[in-house]
């Protein structure tokens, strides 16, 4: 039991993956072939269900990779060693050795690590490699590596949400407000002729730009009135005179009110030029980022975990979710609306992941980078303070057991209760 706490401890603290790197010689072909063939089987069955599913599957993967490649890249650059850079947990399916690195892929899709050696002061290392372990280097070495896969996902979320606002648009007002479907039967619009198509121009006088105008503009007349419509059709100009009707609902109440009787809609992809689309992009990444600030605490809140598993419809703009709940989203964004919205969406996911690997526990890299700030501040010019792990090591039992039952409870609320 003791060796085992010990693995799971140095595994929690260590950044992942095995202090002991495994010899790639020793996986049976047999483990290799099923292993591969159940996650490859699985990510065919999502294509055939969802193509949109397995495109938006496919970008987490890549980007929990690129996750990876930023601290492999940054640790190597700054002169530290790596010993494994693994796709998946558990156990091993293929491996191979190139110099000192083993490269590989594990049963479990469920992430990713690198191993550099050297952590903390649990982590052993050979004396010849001291100098080369993430402990030795200097703070903004070893801040810059450990805050390289978030930094990364922040990336990913500027080239997707850049590359989709330049070539099919941003989400926004487009500046002009069309009739989003036919007239409500017996309604002033019908009756005046108003198509679906149509852009409104003005409402009695008031220039429409947004839907919330528009629906401001009836609301400021009453049942009986009647108002000048101008109507842009296929270029052509056209005023009409309708008299507004009542509410539907409302016509024997004190609540009475003018009914128009089409939806008018203003928002849809607008195409930006480069630099609009990096200046929206960075805008929207860090409203992304501070929402998603908002949503951590707000998931992590036990009374709101406890209400929505006892509840029969969970607020899903609450409730803790998993990539199975999101890729029932990506799924549904992808047949409404292609490729640009599964990317969106992606981008959105990138920023909450990076955001949320930042917590300042371990064994988030946002902990390690505590760690690493609080040694910083503890050291002096002539002595450099260690932390010592052991400490930490029950804290990041307790928050590695929250995040299982957040998992547990998120798959349960994704089966019972589908996003998509």
Not at 207 to 217: E, G, I, K, M, N
Not at 312 to 318: I, K, Q, R, S, W
């Amino acid at each position: 039991m003791t060796s085992f706490y010990s693995r799971v401890r140095d595994d929690l603290v260590g950044g992942g993956g095995d202090p002991t790197p495994d010899s790639p010689d020793n996986v049976p072909l047999s483990t290799s072939i099923a292993g591969v063939g159940v996650i490859v089987g699985l990510l065919v069955w999502l294509g055939v269900n969802n193509i949109w599913t397995l495109v938006f599957v496919l970008g987490l993967i890549v980007s929990v990779f690129l996750h990876e490649v930023g601290h492999f890249a940054t640790a190597r650059r700054s002169g530290m060693k790596v010993t494994q850079f693994y796709m998946g947990f558990g156990p091993r399916l293929f491996a191979w050795r190139r110099g000192e690195v083993e490269y590989g892929l594990r049963a479990f899709p469920i992430g990713a690590f690198v191993r550099i050696i050297g952590m903390n002061n649990l982590d052993e290392t050979d004396p010849a490699d001291e100098d080369r372990t993430y402990r030795s280097k200097s703070f903004p070495k070893r801040l810059l590596v450990i805050t390289a896969g978030s930094l990364m996902h922040l990336v990913i979320a500027l080239v997707l949400f850049s590359g989709v606002y330049s070539v099919a648009g941003r989400y926004g007002e487009t500046g002009r407000v069309e009739v989003a479907d036919s007239p409500y039967v017996g309604s002033a619009a019908e009756a005046a002729g108003v198509r679906e198509g149509d852009v409104l121009v003005s409402f009695d006088g008031v220039a429409l730009r947004t839907s919330a105008d528009f629906v401001a503009a009836v609301r400021a007349r009453q049942p009986g009135d009647q108002v000048e419509v101008v109507v842009d059709r296929n270029g052509e100009t056209l005023v009409l005179r309708p008299t507004l009707t009542v509410f539907p609902g409302t016509q024997d109440t004190s609540a009475a009110r003018a009914f128009f009787g089409v939806a008018g809609w203003s928002r849809a992809y607008v195409q930006l030029g480069v630099s609009e689309s990096l200046a929206r992009s960075v805008q929207d990444v860090v409203g992304t980022a501070v929402d998603s600030v908002r949503g951590v605490f707000t998931v992590l809140n036990p009374v709101n975990l406890a209400s929505n598993l006892t509840s029969e419809v969970a607020d899903p703009f609450t409730r803790p979710s998993t990539v199975v709940g999101a890729s029932q989203i990506g799924g549904d964004i992808g047949r409404e609306e292609g490729w640009k919205g599964v990317l969106i969406l992606l981008g959105a996911v990138n920023v909450f992941v990076g955001v949320f690997n930042m917590l300042p526990l371990l064994p988030f890299d946002g902990g390690h980078a505590a760690v690493a700030i609080y040694e910083r501040i503890r050291s002096s010019r002539t002595r450099r303070y260690q932390a010592d792990i052991r400490k930490l090591a029950p804290i990041a039992t307790a928050v590695v057991a929250l995040l299982v039952m957040l998992l547990v409870a998120g798959l349960y609320l994704d089966i019972t209760q589908p996003l998509g």
